[in-house]
């Protein structure tokens, strides 16, 4: 069964404070690795995909990374606007999402 | 570019009502996807459409749940009757055919529609 978990649930990092959060994911024909931030009553919202293990992407105060069974999001020295729920989705083979449960981070100044 | 509209925002319902919700996908997207998220969880997928025809409806729970896409446009998703344990967001997205080779398989993602059953 395709399976996507994340960890920790929840994240309180002080402002400058780096930290990762892990998803692991059994999806079969994985077609891509994906990561999405979810500020309260919106969409997620698209970061990143990756597709080989090795690869790694940035984006601002974000790096997402890929081995061939996890995946990690480094932020590095948080602001509180990246306080958000962070989901990570393995892509199947027909074009849909398998997400996790996501990571609450809440960063206080 | 507009983005995937849904509507209603929010729903409140009593269970064993029945409530629609509805969604517009962005112009020329061929495949449209219903996702249900509980709070504290991921979106889930209930159904994905590809133009009018569905190709997943594996965990959309048939003896209440029904979905329609008229015309390969603009879909409805329909509960009757509720039950307290669909509480949740109902995000609809849309995505091209050959998105999948975009780099977020071309997706995009309504603001969903927060269902609330007491």
């Known amino acids: 069964e395709d399976q996507v978990t994340q960890s920790p649930e929840a994240l309180r990092l002080q402002e400058g404070e780096s930290s990762s959060l892990n998803c692991s994911y059994t999806v079969s024909g994985l077609r891509g690795l994906f990561w999405y931030r979810q500020d309260p009553g919106k969409g997620p919202e698209f970061l990143f995909t990756?597709?080989?293990a090795g690869e790694e992407k940035e984006k601002e105060r974000l790096k997402a990374t890929l081995t061939k069974k996890e995946s990690f999001l480094h932020i590095t020295a948080p602001k509180p606007e990246d306080s958000a729920t962070y989901l990570c989705a393995g892509g199947g083979s027909q074009g849909n999402l398998i997400f996790g449960k996501g990571t609450k981070l809440s960063v206080k100044p | 570019e507009a983005g995937v509209a849904q509507s209603p925002r929010y729903k409140i319902i009593e269970k064993r009502q029945s409530v629609a919700f509805w969604c517009n996908p962005i112009s020329g997207h061929a495949t449209l996807y219903w996702y249900q998220q509980i709070l504290g969880q991921g979106p889930k997928l209930l159904i994905q459409f590809q133009n009018n025809g569905v190709v997943d409806d594996s965990q959309l729970p048939k003896d209440r749940f029904s979905a329609e896409r008229l015309k390969g446009v603009d879909s409805t998703l329909k509960i009757q009757p509720a039950k307290l344990e669909d509480s949740a967001v109902y995000l609809c997205a849309s995505r091209r055919l050959g998105g999948l080779r975009q780099a977020n398989y071309g997706y995009t993602f309504g603001s969903g529609t927060r269902l609330t059953v007491v």
């Open positions: 990756l597709y080989s």
